[in-house]
């Protein structure tokens, strides 16, 4: 098998869910995974790529993305009734893949990644919760 | 987020920033550039 090697980054779409603590910080997660999002601080899966279904995912196109909330992603709230802690909605952007990178025919599986961008937002005081984030996280749409 | 589709390629990204690859050894040192002593002598 031949390993394409490419500078620059990836950038793919994808949705994390947000929560907003007692104080009124916002805070991100992945939407599956528990695993937390921090301003300036890189993101690196715990097993490569190469293993399994392992790594950062994300969609190739926001049509993509679309198509797998059925085309509204408000369907993606469900989940956030049944994390613990409950999470507070949810939020759509871009993220930057590097590292071992699988492609799939839809979307992408990276090692490392960080926030590239925030677009959308749905759940409890979104607006607000989307202006939070651009800003602590240093991204615009 | 598990509806990516089939699998297509393994890539290796190196970024142009917050790179994360790093050599595995230090870059071997110049050669030496080899300057005859003196010139040969004229027939």
Known sequence: ?141 | MAEIGEPEKRVVVVPLENPVIQPTHEPSPPEPVKVPEKEPAQP
């Open chain 1, 1 to 141: 098998v031949t390993t394409e090697i490419v500078t620059g980054e990836i950038v793919g779409h994808r949705f994390w869910r947000y929560f907003i603590s007692p104080v009124g910080d916002v805070g991100l997660r992945s939407y599956v995974a528990d695993t937390f999002w921090r301003p300036r601080q890189i993101v690196e899966c715990s097993e490569t790529p190469d293993v399994a279904e392992h790594g950062i995912h994300a969609f190739k196109t926001l049509s993509d993305l679309i198509f797998v909330c059925r085309g509204d992603p408000r369907s993606l709230l469900v989940r956030c009734d049944v994390t613990v802690p409950k999470s507070h909605g949810v939020v759509l952007g871009c993220v930057q893949l590097w590292g071992i990178v699988h492609k799939h025919s839809r979307g992408y599986r990276g090692q490392y990644a960080k926030p590239a961008s925030f677009s959308e937002a749905y759940g409890d005081d979104a607006p607000r919760a989307l202006a939070r984030l651009k800003a602590s996280f240093g991204v615009w749409s």
